[in-house]
């Protein structure tokens, strides 16, 4: 079994939660309520920053041009089409950017940051492959239906599904996996446990966004 199953499979009931959640159900439905909208776009604009920090640090710890290359390219897409889809879905949405981070938010935020101050690739692909793999999990199935939603719904989607972002996933799963018998038991454990707790974080980032975070205006 790749490594990045096994981590999978040894965290299922967290992972079953955060993939097949309340909040994207009604995302995909087109029923979620707008002000729960805005605030899940508010504070995952919030997570972005950090994120491609993260991404960023593992493109410059990546052990050679050809590994790194996949990643410069998923950075341009957050950069670029990503970064836009926030700005037109705020606007679209009457909502200003938010200047707090909720708490599990700020979680979130702790774990990237500790995760490049490590140093260790491993650490930083771990979160990244939790980030990624999780968000097409419960996008890929549900791309047919992306096209009859607004836009603010259906690209969400869109941005986490089809063979671009599968290859993405592919790719951080790849570069896991491949180190993943080099490593020492420690480094191991390590991103395990940075593995466990991102996907953790994801569950929870979802049910604060279920309850309703707090809208900024
Ligand atoms: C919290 C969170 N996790 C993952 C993703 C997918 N890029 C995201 N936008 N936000």
Known sequence: MRPTEFLKSQCQSNWDAAT??????????????????????????????EFVRL??????????????????????VITG????????????????????????????LIQMRDARLTGKY??????????EWTYLSWAAPQEKRAAGLPFYFGEWITLHAGPGFEGVVEYLRGQLDAIWPSLSDTAQTAATQRFFDTVQLERAFFDAAWAGFEVAR
Do not use: W
């Open 55 to 76: 991404l960023a640090a593992a493109i410059s710890n990546a052990p050679s041009l050809t590994d790194a290359v996949p990643a410069a390219q998923f950075l341009a």
């Open 122 to 131: 491993e650490e930083m692909l771990a979160v990244l492959v939790v980030a």
């Open 81 to 108: 089409p990503e970064n836009t889809y926030f700005q037109r879905s705020l606007a679209a949405l009457d909502a200003p950017e938010a200047e707090a981070a909720a708490p599990q938010t700020q979680a979130f």
């Open 20 to 49: 097949a959640h309340a909040f994207t159900d009604a995302l995909c439905d087109g029923t979620l309520d707008l002000d729960k909208m805005r605030g899940y776009l508010q504070q995952d604009y919030l997570f972005v920053e």
